[in-house]
């Protein structure tokens, strides 16, 4: 991105933030959000008949929806606001975009629902396996992953880049400069794909 005359630092001053803190806000809301907009939808009763046929994540998600009361919501509601608030002040107040690994792990076998452990460290929840997004999303900011190469196995990765809220025209010109820059898929395609 450098060659477009942007600035590029390898990391950007330390933003001090509990990261158990993140998780549990994130976790929080997304299960208020998603058990209140099924049951809402559905009707808790509907839903309840349908145990044998809902996923046990999303009854996993349900069962902590209904067990959030409003404090511990509006906790989270206001940790969030509090990490929002971290970022536009001291990250973009000095930077357009910050960039980050898409995921912790590689792509794994489709016959896998999730992940249960990586590099030795058990998942707790199904959804841990993306923990990496968290700290975007809570914040609710614009983003777009980009390719950022493909390991040993042949499989891609990527990486997420997010700029400040309502910034997200800057964010999809920052991700076509990359992709001008690298082009890597089509400079580094996975070695089980170059035809010969």
Not at 60 to 67: F, K, L, P, T, V
Not at 162 to 177: C, E, F, S
Request: aromatic share 10%; hydrophobic share 40%.
């Amino acid at each position: 991105l450098g060659k477009h005359g942007n600035m590029v630092v390898d990391d950007i001053p330390n933003v001090y933030f509990d990261c158990a803190r993140l998780w549990e806000s994130w976790k929080v809301i997304r299960s208020a959000v998603i058990s209140s907009t099924i049951i809402n939808t559905y009707g808790l009763e509907a839903v309840k008949g349908l145990e044998s046929t809902v996923r046990p994540e999303l009854k996993w998600e349900i069962a902590q929806g209904e067990s959030i009361c409003e404090k511990r919501l509006t906790e989270a509601q206001q940790s969030a606001k509090k990490w929002t608030e971290i970022l536009e002040t001291s990250v973009f107040s000095r930077y357009d975009a910050i960039a980050m690994p898409s995921a912790q792990t590689w792509p794994f076998p489709s016959e896998w629902v999730w992940p249960k452990q990586i590099s030795g460290i058990k998942m707790d929840t199904y959804h841990r396996w993306m923990e990496i997004t968290v700290p975007v999303s809570l914040a609710g900011l614009p983003c777009v992953t980009v390719p950022a190469g493909f390991g040993d196995n042949g499989l891609p990765i990527g990486i997420q880049i997010a700029g400040r809220r309502n910034d997200d025209v800057k964010i999809l010109k920052i991700a076509q400069m990359y992709h001008e820059t690298t082009y890597w898929p089509q400079n580094s395609p996975p070695k089980r794909f170059i035809r010969k």
